[in-house]
């Protein structure tokens, strides 16, 4: 009974994206056809070289307890990726790996933020960013950007958004749930104000970094001043379509990974013992393994935004990596559709859900109040068949 919980529990936001995926699969159970653009998890089969490698580690009885930050091994693995892929240098000592990157998210919010301590969120943001913080007792502070700057917050903003209670910045390139990446230049604004204030740090979720189509992914550790005041984290997850693994790590100044080491000791200690033998093999393979999935997602991303484009209201940008796109669908509020009327974007993707049977996901959750999410981690003919429906919906 809700009057027994914490404060902590009661107050805490559900998951928005799995309350979408959770209402989907009951209407499924009811019988109707769904179709989920809801979730962000890649569609394809794990690679095989990956599924081998877990295979043997099962047959070499990797079945005890891992250390709590990670194998050795791994951890050398990862410092390979961070120096090929991003140009920064971590050690054993910095780096530690979780069981997904949403843990190492919550690792760092709760061994660097005290009460009270403000972490500036450009909006929209991943649907957790704002409750991890919450929970680790810091208050977020949202700088809202638009689909006219392509969802992607300027130096100005930033500058506008630090206070003296500032203590952390927290973004993702590319973006979930907007697709947008940041550039050289563009990060490199952002710096410029940071190094105006010393003690700010950076949390760069970078998961998403290899479904780019822009190329020449950036991590802002790589820029001048910033590298001992950044907590890179990533994962593989969504490239490497190992999401049900729950293999995610941060790379980091020493004393923040032994504090996140400290924390997650008490709490899950080592990640799955099979998942981190697996995850060597990925990424010790070359990108080139994994290139068929990429140009797939380009391949779909170009196909739905012609398709959504095709539909009056739906005001779109071009995302230039992961794989969502984030329509701004106010145009729609005040609108009564099939006698619902609709005042705001939740409504919206609900009256989707239900006139139209597709599952998409309200910008509210993201911090913009006039967008959806739509995920194109699907197949060609599902991307068609939902735009259809959708656009029978609305017409």
Known sequence: MKQFLSDRINNMSTSATLAMAAKARELRQEGKDIIGLSLGEPDFNIPEFIREAAKEAIDQNYSSYSPVDGYPDLKDAISRKFARDNKLTYGRDQIVVSTGAKQSLANVAMVMLNDGDEVILPAPYWVSYSD?????????????????????????????????????????????????????????????????????????????????????????????????????????????????????????????????TKFQGQITSGANAIAQRATIAALDAPLEKIRYMIDKFHERRDLILELLGEIPGFQLNVPEGAFYVFPDISGFFGQTLRGKTIANASDFALYLLEAAGVATVTGEAFGNPNCIRISYAASEAEIREAVARIKQALS
């Open 132 to 260: 991890i913080v919450k929970l680790a007792g810091g208050v977020p502070v949202e700088v809202p950007t638009s689909i006219d700057t392509d969802f992607k917050m300027t130096p100005d903003q930033l500058r506008a958004a630090i206070t003296p209670r500032t203590k952390m910045l927290w973004y993702s390139s590319p973006c979930n749930p907007s697709g947008s990446v940041y550039s050289r230049e563009e990060l490199e604004g952002l710096a410029a104000v940071l190094r105006d204030h010393p003690d700010i740090f950076v949390v760069s979720d970078e998961i998403y970094e290899h479904i780019n189509f822009r190329g020449g992914h950036v991590s802002i550790a790589a820029l001048d001043g910033m590298y001992d005041r950044t907590i890179t984290v990533n994962g593989v997850s969504k490239a490497y379509a190992m999401t049900g693994w729950r293999i995610g790590f941060i790379g980091a100044p020493a004393w923040v990974a032994k504090a996140c």
